[in-house]
């Protein structure tokens, strides 16, 4: 399965995927007249500030299976797309209710407008995966943006394995700061890392105990 | 890096010397400019809208142009405010660098006045001393020298603090001067007002959008009616002012059995001494010690075009074409002032037996052999520096010499003196022509190259059209050399032209597209619009004139193109300038402008598009004239179904 995976520690702040999503989300797709546009086309992916300054977490779907927003749509607006194995909104059935934005694990559904003229109307917007660019073999716009490999396309496994590589090393110095009785959370890239996966820990039992769970 | 394929080389260059080439340098693993950009895929949204800023240190900040955003700066500036810094102050910069460049040449004027140079002289001295006369300073039974004397004295004053105005505004008409002193831009000192914008976009000055582009207009025009024109005058001055020469242009211009230097920059100031240097005897008859049939002296970007108006030097190609020189394995030296010259020849350089040698003090290259530039020694390093080029044909790997086209031929050395000389001295022919429709018009097309066009497709394309319309066309800088390269700057491509442009044309012996000079030297076609608009008696912006940058990257063709739209010439842009992300900006300077200054900017990145712009603008400033016009809407419709 091939998904889009966030390395958080490369993260740098540029915004630079946040600028290239809204702009494939556009009827131009022109970065320079995009943002003339009526309804103005919105991100999907989400650049917030870190807990320590100068730390950022882009943050976008994660395309969950079961998808706890699918879930809970009453309209069945939201529907997986088999074939790339992506979680879609609808804009037609959409009634804006709300529900999947309090269920999503990740806080990654907003509500913009969307059509034109008459039928422009506000409903659930969120990260389609770029699925007609991965269709057409290309990776997802915000991945290309991104200079620093904070953001990456790939296998699943591949990924975390890789991360496992980068990661082992700052799991050590962890390990080691804290038999050291050094405040682990003082500074640096280590910190942001353990920060990250507390935070991370914090949202899995919050997802378990919403949606009942088995995973 | 970069994992991207390789795009096909048409969709790179129009030019086959280039195409070929870029598949030499793919095949040898060579990086290239084009590799470059794709690397660099997909570039900084904010910065192409304007909308970042890094002024100072509360920030970096940007602005959402999606609103979802913060809409300002840490320091409260909104999108017009960054947008307009931004501008203000890619203005500074470009006039900064053609005033720099005016003032080296001032300077080695000076010297040259006080018998402190060697391989400097006054060549034309007529023009000295028509310059003085228009600038007030007496000629009367006086010698050259004090003459000369007076005049850098009077254009060093320029660059300071104690004028009301710069000495060539006086050449355009009054009409317009009291329009820039309304508006308050009449261009004070070269070096203030680039000084007063680095201040007024500081945090904290000037924070009224319309206010700041207000100056960039004034530091523009102290670029156009300054430092480039007294670069122009002056060069004219020291080194001879262009008369029509033909020459040739392309790769083929490298001789596979000769030493090949190449000159590269901006500044004629050198490479007209080396021009002098590569004529020694015993410097050829070592480069035929060493196997080479003689010495051959190219040009690359202005400085080739410098020498190629006033010496016609061969011209080996523009902007783009400077690392893929060097990849003809036939080039034995470099030889680099300042501007445009690529940090990477250098580096392309290791791959061969290519030296680079840089000139100025104030443009270094790590890998460069470094040869600093003395004018009170100009001739000796002018030697020396022909001498490392001689010595490294040694060093040529003859299997590698691929020169991959035969040269073609263009003239050049239109100075608006050689127009008036061609037309009888006088701008009444060129007028009278005008005026009964003959020619519709004329255009400038300058600028640079920019990889993220097809190289010269918009120069040649965009020319084309409007020659074919009977539009005259003025061409410099890059644009020149693409032109030449596809064949439209010999007489005899009068015959692409509209009837009544190749009447004009074959009547007078020259081509639909005139050669004049290097980028500093757009300030000849200020003259001559500024001519035009005295002999009529109107101003310049009521003229069926317009510019064009078809290919523009660089800071200067910002700067030209601000001049030129305040004063007056409605200006077409081939590249989206950083500017779209503010709304109000983007609309005074599309729309608002021509209100206020008689012209406007537009973007148009089609050639095609372009040529029916234009043509629709000079029309209907034919119309306003009351000159026999065309119908707009027949111009769209006719290009429509063509």
Same mark, same amino acid.
């Given at each position: 399965m091939k998904l889009v995976f966030v390395n958080?520690?490369?993260?740098?702040?540029?915004?630079q995927c946040e600028f290239a999503c809204a702009v494939e989300h556009s009827s131009s797709k022109s970065g320079t007249t995009a943002w003339a546009e009526e309804p103005v086309p919105r991100s999907r992916v989400h650049v917030d500030p870190g807990p320590v300054m100068g730390t950022s977490y882009p943050s976008r779907c994660r395309h969950c299976d079961p998808a706890p927003c699918q879930q809970v749509c009453p309209t069945s607006a939201i529907t997986r797309d088999v074939e790339q194995d992506l979680v879609l909104v609808d804009p037609e059935t959409c009634i804006s209710c709300a529900m999947c934005a309090m269920v999503c694990p990740f806080d990654a559904l907003t509500f913009h407008p969307v059509g034109v003229g008459a039928q422009m109307r506000t409903v659930a917007v969120k990260c389609d995966g770029c699925i007609d660019r991965v269709r057409r073999g290309e990776t997802p716009a915000c991945v290309e943006a991104c200079k620093v490999g904070a953001l990456v396309f790939g296998e699943l496994n591949d990924l975390v394995a890789e991360g496992r590589l980068r990661g082992s090393g700052a799991v050590l110095a962890a390990v080691t700061a804290a038999e050291a009785g050094e405040d682990a959370v003082a500074e640096g890239p280590v910190a942001t890392w353990r920060s990250w996966g507390a935070a991370a820990s914090r949202v899995e039992s919050a997802a378990t105990t919403v949606g009942g769970g088995s995973r | 890096m970069s994992t991207r394929e390789f795009r096909d080389v048409r969709a790179l260059s129009i030019a086959p010397d280039a195409q070929q080439m870029i598949e030499v340098a793919r095949s040898e693993g060579i990086e290239t400019v084009w590799d470059r950009l794709a690397a660099q895929q997909p570039q900084c949204g904010y910065c192409a809208l304007g909308v970042s800023c890094r002024n100072c240190a509360m920030g970096p900040c940007r602005i959402d142009p999606f609103g979802a955003g913060p809409q300002k700066g840490v320091c409260g500036a909104d999108a017009d405010v960054i947008v307009a810094r931004n501008l203000g102050r890619t203005i500074a910069a470009g006039s900064s660098a053609h005033s720099d460049h005016g003032r080296d040449i001032l300077e080695v004027f000076a010297a040259t006045a006080h018998g402190e140079t060697t391989g400097y002289r006054i060549t034309d001295e007529a023009k000295l001393m028509r310059l003085a006369a228009e600038l007030g300073i007496a000629t009367e039974s006086r010698t050259t020298t004090a003459v000369a004397v007076e005049l850098a004295d009077l254009l060093m004053e320029n660059y300071g603090t104690r004028r009301a105005a710069l000495s060539f505004v006086e050449r355009t008409p009054k009409v317009r001067q009291d329009l820039w002193d309304t508006l308050g831009v009449t261009p004070r000192g070269i070096d203030r007002e680039s000084v007063e914008m680095l201040h007024r976009t500081?945090? +904290?000055?000037?924070?009224d959008y319309v206010n700041i582009l207000l100056h960039g207009l004034r530091t523009s025009l102290a670029d156009g009616w300054g430092g480039s024109m007294i670069a122009t005058e002056l060069s004219d001055v020291m080194f001879g002012t262009p008369t029509p020469v033909v020459s040739t242009v392309n790769? +083929?211009?490298?001789?596979?059995?000769m030493v090949n230097i190449a000159l590269h920059g901006h500044n004629p100031m050198l490479s007209d001494v080396i021009v002098q240097a590569a004529e020694d005897p015993e410097l050829i008859a070592r480069a035929h010690e060493l196997g080479a049939a003689g010495i051959n002296l190219v040009g690359l970007c202005c400085t080739g075009n410098e020498l190629l108006m006033r010496r016609g030097v061969p011209m080996a190609g523009n902007h783009l074409m400077q690392e893929l020189a060097i990849t003809t394995g036939a080039l034995e030296a470099m030889v680099v002032d300042y501007q445009c010259i690529m940090p990477s020849v250098t580096d392309v350089a290791k791959c061969y037996h290519t030296v680079v040698i840089s000139t100025s003090d104030k443009a270094k290259f790590p890998g460069a052999v470094h040869m600093s530039f003395d004018p009170s020694r100009g001739m000796e390093i002018g030697k020396d520096i022909v001498r490392r080029g001689v010595e490294a044909f040694a060093d040529r790997n003859p299997s590698r010499v691929r020169i991959p086209v035969e040269p073609v031929q263009l003239m050049a050395g239109f100075s608006v003196e050689a127009i008036l000389g061609a037309l009888g001295g006088t701008p009444a022919p060129l007028v009278e022509a005008i005026a009964d429709g003959r020619i519709r018009g004329a255009v400038g097309v300058v600028g640079c190259n920019n990889p993220k066009l097809t190289q010269d497709y918009g120069h040649v394309t965009l020319t084309r059209r409007l020659i074919e319309n009977d539009i005259l066309v003025l061409v410099t800088g890059c644009s020149a050399v693409a032109n030449g390269k596809a064949g439209?700057?010999?007489?005899?491509?009068?015959?692409?032209?509209g009837p009544g442009l190749r009447a004009t044309c074959e009547a007078l012996g020259i081509p639909p597209v005139l050669h004049m000079g290097s980028c500093v030297d757009n300030t000849r076609i200020l003259v001559l619009a500024a001519a035009l608009a005295n002999h009529l008696g109107v101003d310049i912006s009521q003229l069926p004139l317009a510019g064009a940058a078809p290919e523009w990257y660089s800071e200067k063709a910002v700067a030209i193109g601000t001049y030129v739209v305040a004063s007056g010439i409605t200006t077409v842009l081939g590249v989206e300038p950083p500017i779209f992300g503010s709304r109000n900006v983007t609309g005074l300077l599309a729309g608002g402008l021509d209100d206020v200054v008689g012209a406007k900017f537009a973007v148009e990145a089609d050639p095609e598009k372009a040529a029916v712009i234009i043509r629709r603008h000079i029309e209907a400033k034919r119309a306003a004239l009351g000159l026999p016009a065309l119908d707009l809407d027949a111009i769209t419709a006719a290009v429509a179904t063509a």
């Amino acid at each position: 399965m091939k998904l889009v995976f966030v390395n958080p520690e490369r993260c740098i702040g540029c915004l630079q995927c946040e600028f290239a999503c809204a702009v494939e989300h556009s009827s131009s797709k022109s970065g320079t007249t995009a943002w003339a546009e009526e309804p103005v086309p919105r991100s999907r992916v989400h650049v917030d500030p870190g807990p320590v300054m100068g730390t950022s977490y882009p943050s976008r779907c994660r395309h969950c299976d079961p998808a706890p927003c699918q879930q809970v749509c009453p309209t069945s607006a939201i529907t997986r797309d088999v074939e790339q194995d992506l979680v879609l909104v609808d804009p037609e059935t959409c009634i804006s209710c709300a529900m999947c934005a309090m269920v999503c694990p990740f806080d990654a559904l907003t509500f913009h407008p969307v059509g034109v003229g008459a039928q422009m109307r506000t409903v659930a917007v969120k990260c389609d995966g770029c699925i007609d660019r991965v269709r057409r073999g290309e990776t997802p716009a915000c991945v290309e943006a991104c200079k620093v490999g904070a953001l990456v396309f790939g296998e699943l496994n591949d990924l975390v394995a890789e991360g496992r590589l980068r990661g082992s090393g700052a799991v050590l110095a962890a390990v080691t700061a804290a038999e050291a009785g050094e405040d682990a959370v003082a500074e640096g890239p280590v910190a942001t890392w353990r920060s990250w996966g507390a935070a991370a820990s914090r949202v899995e039992s919050a997802a378990t105990t919403v949606g009942g769970g088995s995973r | 890096m970069s994992t991207r394929e390789f795009r096909d080389v048409r969709a790179l260059s129009i030019a086959p010397d280039a195409q070929q080439m870029i598949e030499v340098a793919r095949s040898e693993g060579i990086e290239t400019v084009w590799d470059r950009l794709a690397a660099q895929q997909p570039q900084c949204g904010y910065c192409a809208l304007g909308v970042s800023c890094r002024n100072c240190a509360m920030g970096p900040c940007r602005i959402d142009p999606f609103g979802a955003g913060p809409q300002k700066g840490v320091c409260g500036a909104d999108a017009d405010v960054i947008v307009a810094r931004n501008l203000g102050r890619t203005i500074a910069a470009g006039s900064s660098a053609h005033s720099d460049h005016g003032r080296d040449i001032l300077e080695v004027f000076a010297a040259t006045a006080h018998g402190e140079t060697t391989g400097y002289r006054i060549t034309d001295e007529a023009k000295l001393m028509r310059l003085a006369a228009e600038l007030g300073i007496a000629t009367e039974s006086r010698t050259t020298t004090a003459v000369a004397v007076e005049l850098a004295d009077l254009l060093m004053e320029n660059y300071g603090t104690r004028r009301a105005a710069l000495s060539f505004v006086e050449r355009t008409p009054k009409v317009r001067q009291d329009l820039w002193d309304t508006l308050g831009v009449t261009p004070r000192g070269i070096d203030r007002e680039s000084v007063e914008m680095l201040h007024r976009t500081h945090m +904290g000055v000037d924070n009224d959008y319309v206010n700041i582009l207000l100056h960039g207009l004034r530091t523009s025009l102290a670029d156009g009616w300054g430092g480039s024109m007294i670069a122009t005058e002056l060069s004219d001055v020291m080194f001879g002012t262009p008369t029509p020469v033909v020459s040739t242009v392309n790769l +083929g211009t490298l001789k596979p059995d000769m030493v090949n230097i190449a000159l590269h920059g901006h500044n004629p100031m050198l490479s007209d001494v080396i021009v002098q240097a590569a004529e020694d005897p015993e410097l050829i008859a070592r480069a035929h010690e060493l196997g080479a049939a003689g010495i051959n002296l190219v040009g690359l970007c202005c400085t080739g075009n410098e020498l190629l108006m006033r010496r016609g030097v061969p011209m080996a190609g523009n902007h783009l074409m400077q690392e893929l020189a060097i990849t003809t394995g036939a080039l034995e030296a470099m030889v680099v002032d300042y501007q445009c010259i690529m940090p990477s020849v250098t580096d392309v350089a290791k791959c061969y037996h290519t030296v680079v040698i840089s000139t100025s003090d104030k443009a270094k290259f790590p890998g460069a052999v470094h040869m600093s530039f003395d004018p009170s020694r100009g001739m000796e390093i002018g030697k020396d520096i022909v001498r490392r080029g001689v010595e490294a044909f040694a060093d040529r790997n003859p299997s590698r010499v691929r020169i991959p086209v035969e040269p073609v031929q263009l003239m050049a050395g239109f100075s608006v003196e050689a127009i008036l000389g061609a037309l009888g001295g006088t701008p009444a022919p060129l007028v009278e022509a005008i005026a009964d429709g003959r020619i519709r018009g004329a255009v400038g097309v300058v600028g640079c190259n920019n990889p993220k066009l097809t190289q010269d497709y918009g120069h040649v394309t965009l020319t084309r059209r409007l020659i074919e319309n009977d539009i005259l066309v003025l061409v410099t800088g890059c644009s020149a050399v693409a032109n030449g390269k596809a064949g439209q700057m010999m007489p005899a491509a009068a015959a692409m032209a509209g009837p009544g442009l190749r009447a004009t044309c074959e009547a007078l012996g020259i081509p639909p597209v005139l050669h004049m000079g290097s980028c500093v030297d757009n300030t000849r076609i200020l003259v001559l619009a500024a001519a035009l608009a005295n002999h009529l008696g109107v101003d310049i912006s009521q003229l069926p004139l317009a510019g064009a940058a078809p290919e523009w990257y660089s800071e200067k063709a910002v700067a030209i193109g601000t001049y030129v739209v305040a004063s007056g010439i409605t200006t077409v842009l081939g590249v989206e300038p950083p500017i779209f992300g503010s709304r109000n900006v983007t609309g005074l300077l599309a729309g608002g402008l021509d209100d206020v200054v008689g012209a406007k900017f537009a973007v148009e990145a089609d050639p095609e598009k372009a040529a029916v712009i234009i043509r629709r603008h000079i029309e209907a400033k034919r119309a306003a004239l009351g000159l026999p016009a065309l119908d707009l809407d027949a111009i769209t419709a006719a290009v429509a179904t063509a």
